[in-house]
């Protein structure tokens, strides 16, 4: 059987992603607490996997069932920011797919990949991935929270004489991991958001 997943716009994705925030965490304080909802709210049960990445070349993954989170046990002990990025990631798998995910079943990490193989045409997967990518992205690095805090970081990097025109890879290399460090992601994930949100040229 096919299994097909419609593409849905970013504007689309950055909408649930506030309404997701709004239900969950309507405080806005940053970092956003995403085990905390995954455990809490969303009661899902977070699973250290060994060698998840060395042998499959994952970080993470979701259960058939939507209840549990398996993560490389490296990546949960050691590397908070793609830790953090992973949860967000497999918990966009559960808010956007669920319908897709009602259709598999597979109770291992090579039983999946047999079913993207087999089932799910390479475009709509890449879909799944995309979808789930920018969801998690949105939620831990939400629009507003991020422009408060590019306008902190561009002064603090101005004062230091960077400028956009002038130095562009560094001043996105600097500004990118300050705001990191406040969102507790790594600099690609804010480089991304702050790609997908125009906002690079406003220091120009």
Do not use: N
């Not at 995403?34 to 969303?42: A, D, Y």
């Not at 990490?109 to 993207?116: E, F, M, N, V």
């Not at 193989?117 to 991020?146: N, R, W």
């Amino acid at each position: 059987m096919e299994i097909r997943a419609p593409y849905l716009p970013y504007d689309v994705l950055r909408e649930r992603a506030e309404d997701f925030l709004g239900r969950y965490h309507s405080s806005h304080e940053i970092p956003v607490p995403i085990e905390e909802i995954v455990e809490f709210q969303f009661e899902m049960d977070i699973v250290p996997e060994p060698g998840l990445h060395e042998h499959f070349d994952i970080d993470s993954y979701i259960t058939a069932d939507l209840t549990e989170i398996r993560i490389d046990e490296f990546v949960y002990a050691s590397r908070p920011g793609r830790y953090r990025f992973s949860l967000a990631h497999e918990l966009g798998h559960r808010v956007l797919h669920q319908d897709v995910f009602a259709k598999l079943t597979f109770d291992s990490i090579s039983d999946w990949k047999r079913l993207i193989v087999g089932s799910i045409p390479a475009k709509d997967y890449s879909y799944i991935e995309l979808h789930a990518h920018s969801f998690a992205g949105l939620i831990l690095v939400p629009p507003p929270e991020l422009a408060e805090k590019y306008d902190e970081a561009c002064q603090m990097v101005q004062q230091h004489g960077l400028s956009l025109r002038d130095d562009s890879e560094v001043f996105r290399r600097v500004v990118s991991g300050y705001i990191a460090e406040s969102f507790v992601v790594s600099p690609a994930v804010v480089r991304r958001r702050l790609e997908y949100d125009d906002m690079w040229e406003k220091f120009d």
